[in-house]
């Protein structure tokens, strides 16, 4: 991997290593430092820790995938971390079973997977299959495919989430409550996503503390929550506050 810093580039033979560099250059949000992966394929086999008020890209030269050695994290955010793609490289954290989540963010981090960006095949017996967020999540263009957990198979949040141009498939919740994202707290704004559930249950759950907003105002932003396999999942349980501005929920068992 490599690590820019404006005219300077530094290059590392580990994930791990080249964000340690790129900690130690980025404290100012007016110029960040960036980790570029350069190979298809890269093993991380400690969590990758970024400290507060670090400012980070996290990018790729070609199509990638993110696996872990182990059973850490892969990431464990408290910084601004912003992991983008692009229409043609991808950036795929690949999950196991080894009962952790992939990314974890805490209430001083700010995470935004931005184009072309992937969590999949990641599960946990506990909360949150792929993300565990306490802090501010961005989700555009992203997908979470096949991950699973207790609560939350996708996304487990106390924190605060904007979702656009978003795919869900394939995620389990094991106690049928939030199969795609458990909203303990906080405030979850969905504007344009595809949702499709295959567990029993809702796909998104709201706690008493938490606010869900559901489709955007312009034309095009919408959401749809549904199954095709399975007639006993439900779009949304709302025990929080809920708004729905343009949406389509439904079940069709095939």
Same mark, same amino acid.
């Given at each position: $991997?490599?690590? !820019?810093? %404006?005219?300077?580039?530094?290059?590392?033979?580990?994930?791990?290593?080249?964000?340690?560099?790129?900690?130690?250059?980025?404290?100012?949000?007016?110029?960040?430092?960036?980790?570029?992966?350069?190979?298809?394929?890269? !093993?991380?086999?400690?969590?990758?820790?970024? %400290?507060?008020?670090? *400012?980070?890209? =996290?990018?790729?030269?070609?199509? +990638?995938?993110? @696996?872990?050695?182990?059973?850490? @994290?892969?990431? &464990?955010?408290? @910084?601004?971390?912003?992991?983008? /793609?692009?229409?043609?490289?991808?950036?795929? *954290?690949?999950?196991?079973?080894?009962?952790?989540?992939?990314?974890?963010?805490?209430?001083?981090?700010?995470?935004?997977?931005?184009?072309?960006?992937? =969590?999949?095949?990641?599960?946990?017996?506990?909360?949150? %299959?792929?993300?565990?967020?306490?802090?501010?999540? !961005?989700?555009?263009? $992203?997908?979470?495919?096949?991950? #699973?957990?207790?609560?939350? /198979?996708?996304?487990?949040?106390?924190?605060?989430?904007?979702?656009?141009?978003?795919?869900?498939?394939?995620?389990?919740?094991?106690?049928? #409550?939030?199969?795609?994202?458990?909203?303990? #707290?906080?405030?979850? +704004?969905?504007?344009?996503?595809?949702?499709?559930?295959?567990?029993? %249950?809702?796909?998104? &759950?709201?706690?008493?503390?938490?606010?869900?907003?559901?489709? /955007?105002?312009?034309?095009?932003?919408?959401?749809?929550?549904?199954?095709? !396999?399975?007639?006993?999942?439900?779009?949304?349980?709302?025990?929080?506050? =809920?708004?729905?501005?343009?949406?389509?929920?439904?079940?069709?068992?095939?």
């Amino acid at each position: $991997a490599s690590v !820019t810093f %404006g005219s300077d580039v530094t290059y590392y033979t580990t994930l791990e290593s080249a964000f340690a560099y790129a900690s130690t250059l980025a404290t100012t949000s007016s110029k960040y430092a960036t980790v570029t992966i350069l190979v298809d394929s890269i !093993t991380v086999s400690s969590t990758i820790v970024v %400290g507060a008020d670090k *400012f980070i890209n =996290l990018t790729a030269s070609v199509s +990638t995938t993110i @696996a872990r050695q182990g059973n850490p @994290a892969i990431i &464990h955010n408290y @910084a601004t971390l912003n992991i983008y /793609g692009t229409d043609s490289i991808s950036i795929t *954290f690949q999950g196991d079973e080894n009962d952790q989540v992939l990314i974890y963010n805490e209430t001083e981090g700010t995470i935004t997977l931005e184009s072309n960006v992937t =969590l999949i095949g990641n599960k946990t017996t506990g909360i949150g %299959g792929a993300m565990y967020n306490k802090g501010t999540l !961005t989700i555009n263009g $992203a997908s979470f495919t096949n991950n #699973s957990a207790n609560y939350g /198979g996708a996304i487990y949040t106390l924190g605060t989430i904007n979702i656009k141009n978003a795919t869900f498939d394939g995620n389990t919740a094991t106690s049928n #409550s939030g199969s795609t994202i458990y909203v303990v #707290s906080g405030t979850t +704004t969905i504007t344009s996503a595809t949702i499709n559930s295959t567990t029993n %249950g809702p796909a998104i &759950h709201i706690d008493g503390n938490g606010t869900v907003i559901i489709g /955007g105002t312009a034309d095009g932003e919408k959401v749809v929550i549904g199954s095709k !396999t399975n007639r006993n999942n439900y779009g949304i349980r709302a025990w929080g506050s =809920l708004t729905i501005n343009n949406a389509e929920i439904y079940t069709k068992y095939e």
